[in-house]
């Protein structure tokens, strides 16, 4: 178990809606990322916040949104669903922004079909 | 742009052997790399990094992974293979100019073979 905890575990939803993704990091650590896996893109970072500010933004669409909430936990919003964005997003957290490099502990993931 | 590749999808290996799961990264400071494995409808566990120091690196569950800044390699290794190893294997690239961004390989599946 790595600290971090994601719901909800699964998710089906039609094309068209909108769906909120929520992550909350190891007690502790201040950075959330937010990662998507597909079976033909392989696990792409989508973008990153610590202490409640975005910090890095990767391969995000401007139909996904996220933020950092002040006790820390994440949500990532996803608009306009397409049946492309059937995938499992991962949620990672670390203790330090600068200065070292931490690892990521990864939630378990929240698996998404868009019918 | 920082860039992973990991050049097999797929190694197989018998039981008890060794095993190799190739990395290759591009960055444009000093990398900091890591591995990281999947098992089947889990998220990614952390195995082990190389920040500086020692180029070999030693991590969980007996893996172990060589950096050698000329190659731009962090190949990962393990004496002895078990069947329980099996699993997707990424590698992943911090560069140290560049904030916070991690880029991971694309995988590379073991099949540990009984």
């Known amino acids: 178990d790595s600290g971090v905890t994601q719901t909800p575990k699964h998710l089906i939803t039609a094309t068209g809606q909108r769906v909120t993704l929520r992550c909350s990091p190891r007690?502790?650590?201040?950075?959330v990322y937010w990662y998507q896996q597909s079976l033909d893109q392989g696990l792409q970072f989508l973008i990153q916040?610590?202490?409640?500010?975005?910090?890095a933004k990767g391969n995000i669409l401007e139909r996904f949104s996220a933020q950092q909430f002040p006790d820390l936990h994440s949500e990532l919003n996803l608009s306009s669903l397409e049946l492309g964005d059937s995938a499992l997003y991962f949620c990672?957290?670390?203790?330090?922004?600068?200065?070292?490099?931490?690892?990521?502990?990864f939630g378990p993931g929240t698996r998404l079909t868009v019918l | 742009a920082q860039s992973v590749a990991q050049p097999e999808d797929q190694v197989n290996v018998a039981e008890g052997n060794p095993l190799t799961v190739k990395c290759t990264y591009s960055?444009?400071?000093?990398?900091?790399l890591f591995w990281y494995v999947q098992y089947p409808n889990r998220g990614l566990q952390f195995l082990l990094k190389?920040?500086?120091?020692?180029?070999l690196v030693k991590g969980s569950y007996g893996f172990e992974a060589e950096f050698n800044k000329s190659q731009t390699s962090f190949h990962l290794k393990k004496p002895s293979a078990l069947v329980s190893d099996s699993a997707l294997y990424f590698c992943?690239?911090?560069?140290?100019?560049?904030?916070?961004?991690?880029?991971f390989g694309p995988g590379t599946r073991l099949s540990v073979l009984p």
């Open positions: 990672a957290s670390s203790r330090l922004t600068s200065g070292g490099a931490p690892g990521q502990y």
């Open positions: 007690s502790g650590d201040l950075s």
């Open positions: 916040y610590y202490n409640g500010e975005e910090r």
């Open positions: 960055v444009s400071g000093n990398p900091y």
């Open positions: 190389y920040i500086t120091g020692d180029n």
């Open positions: 992943a690239v911090r560069d140290d100019n560049y904030g916070q961004n991690f880029v």
